[in-house]
């Protein structure tokens, strides 16, 4: 009798290459296809689903498979790069206002609401009063430039 023959076990399947146990459903191709996917504009939970994943397996998959991290990492630019294009060819009104609210959640750094007030001072502290120092001790800011003359610039935000 002929010994029964032995399936093949793909390596990134093997128990020795996968502590936990039990085999990863992580494949190499989800690189290129995060890429795709989120190249699209989608998020990477989208994604996850559209591969019927939770997204804790995908951050998992981030954290244990370097090749997995960098696609990752290189598809949220894709990301934005789709949803800004979707801004530009976007009319006024709702279409504009989500993709805007779709960018800031997709990359805070560059879409977030920036409150900025620049204040120039020309006053040194040996120069005021004791009632000026007071006032400005005591939080009074009357806004009359009762205690302090400055000029200051108001940047306006959207």
């Known amino acids: 009798m002929a010994p029964f023959a032995q399936k093949h076990i793909p390596a990134h399947l093997k128990p020795e290459n996968n502590p936990t146990g039990r085999p990863s459903e992580y494949r190499p191709e989800y690189c290129d296809m995060v890429l795709e996917f989120m190249s699209q504009g989608y998020s990477l939970t989208a994604f996850a689903g559209s591969i019927r994943m939770e997204r804790t397996t995908i951050y998992e998959w981030i954290k244990r498979h370097a090749a997995f991290s960098n696609a990752v990492a290189r598809a949220r630019m894709t990301r934005v790069t789709a949803l800004e294009a979707k801004l530009l ?57 009762s205690v302090i003359d400055a000029e200051f610039e108001r940047v306006a935000t959207s």
């Not at 001072?121 to 120069?127: D, F, G, K, M």
């Open 89 to 145: 060819r976007s009319r006024k009104g709702a279409e504009t206002s989500a993709a805007i609210f779709a960018l800031k959640n997709a990359d805070p750094t560059e879409w977030r609401d920036l409150k900025h007030t620049q204040h120039d001072h020309n006053v040194r502290v040996e120069t005021l009063s004791d009632a000026q120092l007071y006032a400005i001790a005591g939080g009074n800011s009357a806004g009359d430039g």
